[in-house]
């Protein structure tokens, strides 16, 4: 099978969050949808391995908030490239707490989730839920999956059911050279050289340091 193919399905790009024991949880995923509309039900794939994935498991509640192409990029690069296990994801973030789910700020809207069934997808489990609840917060355009790879330059946690390995740097017809974050995949493409950038510069998605970038071209 030629895996391109897959390349041309249509993504989201979403944050699923919740909260157990007190501590708030969440992460990023491309693979959501809605399944029915009477009674409304959606469903969302996550990794086995998310620290969000057995923690939703538990807890079966979690609100799905749709990302806009305004969003802050923090949001995706927290809860898209750090682990739960390890760090508080929304300490850095702007919040509201509705129905005792944290609701990210900035975004479309959201919706609060009931889980109804799983089914075991192999390296991801696919949690079917019914939709209780839900608000539109702002008329912002939703932000897909290719805007965020082409326009925010981001790629997909290795942990996403999309994920694709490292693909081969294309010629390029300037000499300027493409640094890439080693942490979420963000490109410079910036007028100044990488090189000339201050040693205090940040990743825009991640914040990671400026040590964090690679070489690519």
């Given amino acids: 099978m030629d895996p391109r193919i897959l390349w041309k399905l249509s993504y989201g790009v979403y944050a ?19 399944v029915t509309t009477e009674p ?10 998310n620290f ?20 802050p990029p923090l949001a995706i690069g927290k809860l898209g490239f750090y682990s739960g296990r390890d760090a508080d994801k929304f300490s850095a973030l702007e919040y509201e707490t509705v129905d005792g789910l ?4 900035n975004t479309c809207g959201y919706l609060i989730c ?12 696919i949690f079917l839920a019914d939709v209780v609840d839900g608000a539109l917060q702002s008329d912002a355009l939703p932000m897909t999956y290719a805007y965020y790879h082409n326009v925010i330059k981001g790629k997909s946690p290795k942990n996403a059911p999309t994920y694709r390995g490292p693909e081969q740097a294309k010629p390029r ?10 942490v979420c995949g ?13 040693e205090d510069y940040i990743c825009p998605i991640c914040k990671v340091p400026k040590s964090k970038f690679e070489k690519i071209s």
Avoid: W
């Fill in 186 to 198: 963000y490109v410079y493409e910036g007028e100044t050289a990488f090189e000339q950038l201050p």
């Fill in 16 to 34: 699923v969050c919740g909260q157990k024991d007190g501590k708030n949880f969440g992460c990023i995923a491309n693979s959501a949808m809605q």
């Fill in 173 to 182: 017809e300037e000499k300027k050279s493409s640094y890439q974050c080693s």
């Fill in 114 to 125: 009931q889980v109804r069934e799983t089914l075991d997808a192999g390296t991801h489990t």
């Fill in 40 to 49: 409304a039900s959606i469903a969302v794939s996550i990794n086995h391995d």
């Fill in 52 to 71: 969000t994935h057995d923690c939703l498991a538990e807890t079966g509640r979690f609100a799905l908030c749709v990302l806009s192409e305004s969003c």
């Fill in 102 to 105: 944290p609701i990210l700020k």
